[in-house]
């Protein structure tokens, strides 16, 4: 089944709209009540800030593109730098372990790749010839793909610095 413009459209409109009319509901925002390490729940705790903050700043982001993309970058640029921060760390802890340090970077390139090629896969998905239609859903999912990786990793360092 393909997917004409107007589908796509209100389907596109539905998830944004999730995203930013509800802040309790809104699938950005990170959740801080499942069970997990020390790490993980400080960056969840000040990530939920920041988007909340962000999201405030920017104001009501459905009927204006720009100020979408404005808002969605800034998470995204946040979540990809505590990305790089717990990822040093990791490789930081890791020096002792040569194999597991191998293998996380053998992980994390393959981790690159996936993001790049789901976030044009989505960016394409929207209209097949590209254009601007496809911008929007790209840099959303690019923020959730980006976000479980750096929770994971987050949740990895916790368990690693517990049974250190």
Same mark, same amino acid.
């Given at each position: 089944?393909?997917?004409?413009?107007?589908?796509?459209?209100?389907?596109?409109?539905?998830?944004?709209?999730?995203?930013?009319? +509800?802040?309790? $509901?809104?699938?950005?925002?990170?959740?801080?009540?499942?069970?997990?390490?020390?790490?993980?729940?400080?960056?969840?705790?000040?990530?939920? !800030?920041?988007?909340? &903050?962000?999201? $405030?700043?920017?104001?009501?982001?459905?009927?204006?593109?720009? !100020?979408?993309?404005?808002?969605?970058?800034?998470? @995204?640029?946040?979540?990809? &730098?505590?990305? +790089?921060?717990?990822?040093?760390?990791?490789?930081?802890? /890791? !020096?002792? /372990?040569?194999?597991?340090?191998?293998?996380?970077?053998?992980?994390?390139?393959?981790?690159?790749?996936?993001?790049?090629?789901?976030?044009?896969?989505? @960016?394409?998905?929207?209209?097949?010839?590209?254009?601007?239609?496809?911008?929007?859903?790209?840099?959303? &999912?690019?923020?959730?793909?980006?976000? $479980?990786?750096? /929770?994971?990793?987050?949740?990895?360092?916790?368990?690693?610095?517990?049974?250190?």
């Amino acid at each position: 089944m393909r997917l004409n413009k107007i589908s796509f459209l209100g389907i596109f409109i539905f998830f944004i709209s999730s995203l930013f009319m +509800n802040a309790r $509901e809104n699938m950005i925002y990170s959740n801080t009540n499942e069970f997990s390490g020390t790490y993980t729940n400080s960056l969840k705790i000040r990530m939920d !800030k920041f988007e909340k &903050k962000v999201i $405030e700043k920017h104001g009501n982001v459905l009927d204006n593109d720009l !100020k979408f993309r404005e808002a969605a970058t800034e998470i @995204y640029n946040e979540w990809d &730098k505590e990305l +790089n921060i717990i990822y040093n760390e990791l490789i930081k802890e /890791l !020096k002792n /372990l040569p194999n597991a340090k191998k293998y996380l970077i053998q992980a994390q390139r393959e981790w690159i790749k996936y993001r790049d090629s789901e976030g044009t896969f989505t @960016y394409y998905l929207a209209e097949d010839e590209g254009g601007t239609i496809g911008i929007n859903p790209q840099i959303s &999912k690019k923020i959730r793909i980006v976000k $479980e990786r750096t /929770l994971a990793l987050a949740y990895t360092y916790d368990i690693y610095m517990d049974n250190k």
